[in-house]
């Protein structure tokens, strides 16, 4: 076969695997719209995915063990993110308010030695309720996703001579430690919380499905989810500081 045979065969084979996993990339744009504000499109972050899949295609190497949808999610996932970044939505009221939440929640679990309650950190910030539930929600639609938050690492997002430049043993425990760290974190976070992490993040369910799970209401699953997340942030100070 010479080398032109050789392109278009290489070139028809990946046509084929983009073809085939299109529903991967509609179905994860759609889980993650559901936490973003109604300015970022999903036809925006299904485009952004289709590059990511047809890197995914051409990079993908059938040796490493995993499996070639498990590659692709992560490769896909990771473009959809490269894309909500370049928009550079989140005002900066968002990052203020996150930091603030996150403060709080430090402080009265620092005063009581346990997990804190919505309503005492509401406290904490001088605010009712229904107004720190307005802004936990905020804070979350409005949060730049990281990839951490996925459920899988930045190094798995570069391939070959990329990820050479960054495979230094100093690098890989630090890495190491973190994801340690945020297990372990994660274990102590309140059981409805840490529930709510991993539907959303391992089953991938949306909002809604976790809500029938629960029996609670679509609003009020996002307010748990914005909880744990904003406890994690407290708890992972050291790390998130740095």
């Not at 070139?11 to 994860?28: E, F, G, M, P």
């Not at 993908?60 to 959809?80: L, V």
């Not at 802004?135 to 951490?148: A, F, K, Q, Y």
């Amino acid at each position: 076969m010479n080398k032109v045979a050789a392109y278009t065969s290489e070139a028809r084979q990946q046509q084929q695997i983009v073809d085939s996993h299109t529903n991967l990339v509609k179905r994860i744009a759609h889980h993650m719209i559901a936490r973003l504000p109604a300015s970022v499109q999903v036809d925006d972050l299904i485009q952004a995915g289709m590059i990511g899949l047809l890197e995914a295609a051409k990079n993908f190497d059938h040796g490493k063990g995993a499996s070639f949808e498990t590659f692709a999610g992560i490769r896909i996932r990771g473009a959809m993110l490269d894309e909500i970044r370049r928009g550079d939505w989140a005002p900066r009221s968002v990052h203020r308010n996150s930091r603030m939440i996150a403060d709080a929640v430090r402080q009265v679990e620092n005063e009581t030695g346990r997990d804190a309650r919505d309503q005492e950190v509401a406290e904490k910030l001088g605010m009712g309720l229904e107004e720190y539930h307005h802004i936990l929600n905020d804070v979350t639609s409005g949060r730049m996703i990281g990839i951490e938050d996925l459920g899988v690492s930045e190094d798995v997002l570069v391939s070959g001579a990329q990820s050479a430049e960054h495979d230094e043993p100093f690098a890989d425990i630090e890495k190491n430690a973190f994801q340690h760290a945020l297990v372990e974190a994660i274990k102590t976070l309140p059981e409805r919380e840490a529930l709510v992490l991993s539907l959303y993040y391992d089953e991938e369910l949306n909002l809604k499905e976790i809500g029938q799970i629960l029996d609670v209401s679509e609003s009020r699953v996002s307010q748990i989810h914005s909880q744990a997340m904003v406890r994690l942030k407290s708890r992972m100070r050291t790390w998130t500081d740095e």
